[in-house]
């Protein structure tokens, strides 16, 4: 076998140095009943040649996003990748490191976490930002248990254009600790949710979304002073990072803790995962915060170096105490993240938020010229809701057998609600050209 | 013992800076010093060619981000040089043995990555009409069908991110089982080995669990007597490790199972040490209601640095209608993915919930499939084979130079403890620091809790006999110097690499978490 350098000669010689008779002599504390002596029920090995034909036949069978005109978006993003990202993540050094537990000899690592971490802090107008969680969803559920811990209250308040499975997520994990979760029905985009009424004494938190499941951008200002009036906190939440490049930041406006996806800056779709989770918040709740951070210090000459931090939150070192269970993160999604944002600098990145929203207000203007489609959207950036003259999911349905990928039926994720039968959620990014906007237009009036 | 070890290192100590005299740069040869992306900032560079814009309205309402960010401007071969460099500070399993017990440092192979980047499965997005992925759908089923089969589980969650992750899900699935049975409230308390991970004791503390620790024998597994007098009707589940964290078989694993299934609790298994049993002991064989299983150890997907992991669940007979959504079921015209409640309830199941958004870790469930498609059934047992075999190897090899606090055989992991150590005045995290210097990545250090001073190695079973002796020789080599009095070798470690010990209480008291830029009225300060 390819991979296992051991011969036939070398286990003999080493079963010698044992003092042991063969291998099953090693197993020997196994409990007889549960000892297998045959081979599981499986192919046997198979060579490179075999193993990338039969994986490619399957990859073949799905339609990838960059070979038809795409537009689907909905809490992940189709963007152009630079070719130096993907090379550098595949580096030895980098892809085949463990956590940086031995700092001496993982710089190289730590040094990128703490760029990540400043990337992030700036990105989302915060103070501080962790090495990553697993991605948007969980660091949105994570955001939630440490308000919890700050305010040593237990009832969060979810906005109902909160991305329907990041509220799932973060119900599955409140409704574990037995804490209370509010969640508001959705609102249409346009339309003003009055989430403001439904804070409470007992608040814990306020968990709103911009942009919103529905694409619109939501002014975080008054709920954020209504949160603090309360003893709340509030929590943002930002599924499409690259809006950060030409929308005002969440901690302008008052965010105590800001948590989104960062999977649009240097990750591929992937068909949901890995993608890499953004987690930044205020100075003062540092040691409430979950999952890893990288700090800077100096090595015994006095030279800067970077060390894993704070430790004294984590589950290997608090065990039943620790502020999260998490252990291993995203550290290679956040690589790719910092590297695709140090190539865009301060100059691309706001210029390919530019791009990505132009992209979608052209492609807004030309669908709802379309007969009977209306765009419900006041303020967005790369993603609007349109509503149709039928089922959003019979017509995606039949654009897909156009070959157009031309969104997300709002009912796909918030099933059995009639008012979002006919809505459909569009994205648009750099990648789309004049082209594809003209054949998802011709398909549509051909669906409709 | 002057001259060049067996890898063109020098075996002397030296002093450090004796022959290190600072140069102008800071760099040392090929020791490279490298600053932050910040302090690069070249303003009007870019590594990117965008056009700007034109022909559009802006529809941002009053949200127009007015305020620079920050963000340093690099050119790509700025970009590209910048992270090289970092890079070379790193140490890496391609570059050398990473024994690192509980971790599984095993050679990642590089088809792997080719088919993970297939566009098929790399460029999908997860929410496409489902007629459009069914490949991505096939490959998750045809993964979920490998691993049941592996562990003898009927059911498997595939979504969970990573181990601990799985963890949780894993004792969700218990929950929602004792919540349907009416159990719920009576069943507050979580059995827990001393020598558990962290996580263990964190996961049932997310799920307002009480800890109750089971106490360990003399020779390193579950006390049974203590165990069984601490179950009781208010026990919800135990979680094992097994093999354990100290690199032993648990005995008696199958009367603990049968006596925490008399209890009426249930049995979860930490499968991070699935690597020493795979192909040969089928968990679903010993009586486990629950494991994760770390896909970034037993199959070879990449650490990375800390991650992106993938922690699938098997679930018993028992659990498996808990499992959380989505999943993906195979009928007639295809495969069909699972994504609500509602379409759960049709299928008869009750799932508790859902741990992430999408479906899970696509990227390292293609670099799994093509491992385990490259080993097939034969092949992974040998995985198993091979892995128990180094270790002991080790175990054998090393037992009379370090001290081990338990007989052999060992699984895949040898454990020694620190009485070897004894009155040299070298401690175990400096023995581990120089290591480095002769050119080696440390074992895991202090862990299990329930060894002093514990050294952990886990070799895998990607390492060569050759590999093998050399580690074992500068095992021997430096056992031999700590106990030779040759103490500065130790308390200094390490002196070769990129950097010497960092002050991680610094670091703690006064967090530096970001760079800032100095502003103008500090520098005037």
Known sequence: ?448 | MSGMNNQGRPTAAGEAGSSDFETFTGNKGLRLEEPLIFELDNPGATGVDLDEPEGYEPKLGAFERKARIGLPGMSEPDVMRHYVRLSRKNYSIDAGLYPLGSCTMKHNPRLNEKMARLPGFADVHPLQPQKTVQGALELMDTLAHWLKELTGMPAVAMSPKAGAHGELCGMMAIRAALVARGEGDKRTRILVPESAHGTNPATAALLQYKVDAIPATADGRVDLAAFKAKLGPDVAAIMLTNPNTCGLFERDIMEIADAVHEAGAYFYCDGANFNAIVGRVRPGDLGVDAMHINLHKTFSTPHGGGGPGAGPVVLSEALAPFAPLPYVVHGADGFRLVETAGEAKADGSHPFGRMVAFHGQMGMFVRAMAYMMSHGSDGLRQVAEDAVLNANYILASLKDHLSAPFEGPCMHEALFDDRFLKGTGVETLDFAKAMIDEGYHPMTMYFPLVVHGALLIEPTETESKHTLDQFIGTLKHLAQAAKGNDKSRFTGAPHFAPRHRLDETLAARNPVLRWQAETPKQAAE
Request: glycine share 10%.
């Open chain 1, 1 to 448: 076998m390819r991979y296992l350098p051991l011969t036939p000669a070398d286990r003999r010689e080493m079963l010698g140095v044992i003092g042991a008779k063969s291998v099953d002599d090693l197993f020997r504390d196994v409990p007889e009943r549960a000892r297998r002596d045959g081979f599981v029920d499986l192919p046997r090995r198979q060579g490179e040649l075999e193993v990338e034909r039969a994986l490619t036949k399957m990859a073949a069978k799905n339609v990838s996003a960059g070979s038809v005109p795409f537009f689907i978006g909905g809490g992940a993003y189709c963007h152009h990748v630079p070719s130096v990202v993907d090379h550098l993540i595949q580096r030895s050094e980098f892809l085949t490191s463990y956590t940086p537990y031995q700092p001496e000899i993982t710089q190289g690592t730590l040094q990128y976490l703490f760029e990540f971490q400043t990337q992030v802090a700036l990105l989302t107008g915060m103070d501080v930002a962790n090495a990553s969680m697993y991605d948007g969803s969980t660091a949105c559920a994570e955001a939630v248990l440490m308000a919890h811990r700050v305010t040593k209250r237990k009832k969060a308040v979810l906005s109902g254009t909160l991305h329907p499975h990041y509220r799932a997520v973060v119900e599955n994990l409140c409704e574990a600790g037995g804490d209370p979760v509010e969640a508001l029905a959705p609102a249409l985009p346009g339309k003003t949710e009055d989430i403001i009424s439904r804070i409470a004494d007992d608040t814990s938190c306020v968990v709103v979304q911009t942009p919103s499941y529905f694409g619109e951008l939501i002014d975080l200002r008054a709920i954020a002073d209504a949160a603090h009036a309360k003893g709340a906190l509030l929590i943002a939440v930002v599924p499409e990072v690259v809006s950060l490049g030409l929308v005002t930041p969440p901690g302008e406006m008052g965010a105590d803790v800001v948590v989104g996806e960062g999977q649009s800056i240097g990750n591929g779709l992937n068909f949901g995962g890995p993608y890499v989770g953004l987690f930044a918040t205020r100075t003062k709740y540092v040691r409430q915060m979950p999952g890893r951070l990288c700090g800077q210090t100096v090595d015994a000459e006095g030279k800067r170096g970077f060390v894993l931090t704070l430790s004294t939150r984590e589950q290997h070192i608090r065990r039943e105490k620790a502020t999260s269970n998490i252990c291993t993160n995203s550290g290679l999604c956040a690589l790719a993240f910092t590297i695709h944002l140090s190539l865009l600098g301060e100059d691309g990145f706001k210029q390919l938020a530019r791009i990505n929203h132009a992209n979608a207000v052209k492609l807004g203007r030309a669908l709802s010229g379309v007969a009977g489609v209306e765009l419900l959207n006041g303020a967005f950036f790369n993603e609007f809701t349109i509503r149709l003259p039928k089922s959003a999911t019979a017509v995606v349905d039949a654009l897909a057998d156009k070959g157009v990928l031309g969104g997300l039926p709002a009912s796909r994720l918030i099933p059995g609600d009639a008012s979002l039968e006919n809505l459909l959620i569009v994205a648009s990014t750099e990648i789309n050209t004049d082209h594809d906007r003209a054949d998802f237009v011709a398909a549509l009036k051909e669906v409709l």
